[in-house]
DNA sequence: TTGAAAGCGTTACCAA
DNA sequence: TTGGTAACGCTTTCAA
């Protein structure tokens, strides 16, 4: 490993100098300068960030822990966070909870051991004063309080924008997907649409889910036609129970949009590719982690005037699972 | 933060004493151990692992390099990573190359900086030597050279199977479809697809698609069609597209798998909630990735005998898009 | 404008 | 069985 001292024996100067050229700080004259950068590159240097994070007690990572990347909402979000912070030379620590509180705590031990100049959170677990002691910027994301700086979309109103729509497009008998009792932004959708529904004089019935995987989206579906078999507006808990019901209402010869409506929630890439293509409610999901990483940086950099709280528009997506008219 | 000098000072004992019982290793009295045990609990303190790694020149991360997260395939082989590393204490620092070599040299020297024990790389670029002077474990997953220890699945296999199956299944007329040139695994499916189609009297031709996203996969979809209008057979690059040419294929009044069949390949989790489900040759996506970080592991702990290239079974998963009998 | 040296939180060697 | 201390690679203060 090529060091600082190599670089110092190489140049001819002291490790203080090289530290200077390399931090851009402090006097250094212009031959001295020279002589130094060549060294660098002639020894082909890179300078040690964990010394660097040790005596500094900061280093360039910021810690990401979300419920799971198998889910393909937070890869968009992944994405969005990784792409900005990278602009300012952060890279990212991550962990998946599983919504488990154990992984959580153990994540955001990981990240504090690590000096992370800060993280970013999407967890349910906010209300149980986790994260109250670290002293370390936090943003939290899709998961929200107001105890802290946090990016989210809309979901209230997404839950009312699903249920508003149904009913402008004449569903009858529509039935409430409710998401996962402990994820708060499922419940604020559902929430939302109970909002809406309630103030109608529509007929509606809530199925509960209790997850949002793959391998159980099919099984929802199924049971939603068991249960409410003449349903004929379905407001899904999210995109991928709303491909599965577009699955299974075919399988059962239902026609869509004209026997079933559905609307999902997300607007994750496949949607578009479900036939028919699946109209949604859209979070922008890049886009919130773009937000959430740049409110991030501001907290650390303590820029003044930080919004701690910035709340993204949602959109009805129109596509083939709903009524034209 | 609290360091090990203030559980030293808390416990009365020195901080050599307090590292000896924090490592479990050199002689502690066992009145002392508890002593400095109770000591950590009271302050709650947990070790640095910067500056453990400064002096040990080695940290518990692992370097983690993918092409693109927002892929379907990715997040489970990242998964299967996590999960497995994660019992051996391990964390991840994640980089998306998007398939560039900036990002890829850019991820590989944080990762050398930040002193990871080890990196599992998905990448193009190994061919060009980035990895050769790193004297840090290195695990290839997915694209391979037998440089380095590997895991990946049997690509040309996967492609034999597609070409065979359809052909047993009787199209006449097939289509393949030739992933990017730069992504080895497209290539070898590609290869091992041709290779049993040119053994046949089977017309087929090739379709070239050079991007493996979303937003592209509609596109090639419509290519298919308007270039190979009567193909009744199609190996798809991967499960997306094959997803977006049920879709196109449906849109055109097609009867699938009567009048079309069509094979995808990764098996994505959402490709079993298609409509017809996609039938699909399937990678072991989580399970490549378990293998990897336990192969990993492997050569961290310097096992003896540890198999340096790991292929995985391709397997041939029958759902709607292929005839039955 | 430069260098010497202390210090960041650990570990491991050597001495007691 | 314990403690003192050098060392890991870097930054920054202080003095020259």
Redesign the interface.
């Known amino acids: ?1 090529i060091t600082i001292k190599d670089v110092a024996r190489e140049a001819g100067v002291s490790v203080a100098t090289v530290s200077r050229v390399l931090n851009e700080n402090g006097y250094v004259g212009e031959e001295t300068k020279k002589k130094v950068q060549k060294a660098m590159n002639t020894l082909n240097y ?6 660097r ?2 005596y500094k ?1 900061e ?1 360039k ?1 910021i810690g990401l822990l979300l419920p ?3 889910n ?1 909402f937070f ?2 979000l ?2 969005g966070i ?1 792409d900005t912070v990278n602009q300012s030379g952060y ?6 909870s599983d919504e488990e509180l154990e992984k959580e705590l153990d ?1 955001i ?2 990240f ?4 992370v100049v800060g993280m970013i959170s999407a967890t349910n677990h906010v209300d149980q004063n986790i994260y109250d002691a670290l002293q370390i910027p936090l943003v939290l994301l899709d998961r929200t309080t107001d105890q802290y700086p946090s990016v989210y979309s809309d979901g209230r109103e997404g839950g009312r924008l699903a249920a508003r729509t149904l009913i402008e497009k004449g569903a009858k008998r529509i039935t409430l997907m409710k998401g996962p009792a402990h994820v708060k932004p499922a419940q604020d959708r559902f929430k939302g649409a109970v909002d809406v529904l309630s103030e109608t004089d529509i007929d509606f019935s809530v199925l509960a889910t209790t997850s949002y995987s ?2 159980d ?2 099984g929802w579906a199924e049971e939603l036609f068991q249960k409410y078999p003449n349903t004929d507006g379905v407001i899904a808990s999210n995109d ?1 129970v709303g ?2 019901i ?2 299974e209402a ?1 399988r059962l010869g239902k026609r869509i949009p004209e026997d079933l409506q559905i609307i999902g929630y997300d607007d994750i ?2 949607s ?4 028919p ?1 699946l109209s949604t409610i859209r979070q922008p999901a890049y886009e919130m982690g773009q937000a959430a990483a740049e409110l991030l940086l501001q907290t650390i950099k303590k820029e003044p005037g930080v919004e701690t709280t910035i709340e993204m528009p949602v959109e009805f997506i129109e596509r083939d699972t709903t009524r034209k008219e």
Chains 1, 2 share one sequence.
Do not use: C, W
Request: hydrophobic share 35%; charged share 15%; proline share 10%.
């Open positions: 490993m890179s300078p040690n960030e964990v010394a994070s040790l007690r280093s990572l799971d990347i198998t393909p890869p968009q992944a994405r990784e890279r990212l620590l991550l962990g998946n994540y031990q990981t504090v051991q690590n000096n793959f391998e989206a099919k991928i491909i599965a577009i699955h075919l890439p496949q578009s590719l479900s036939y293509p």
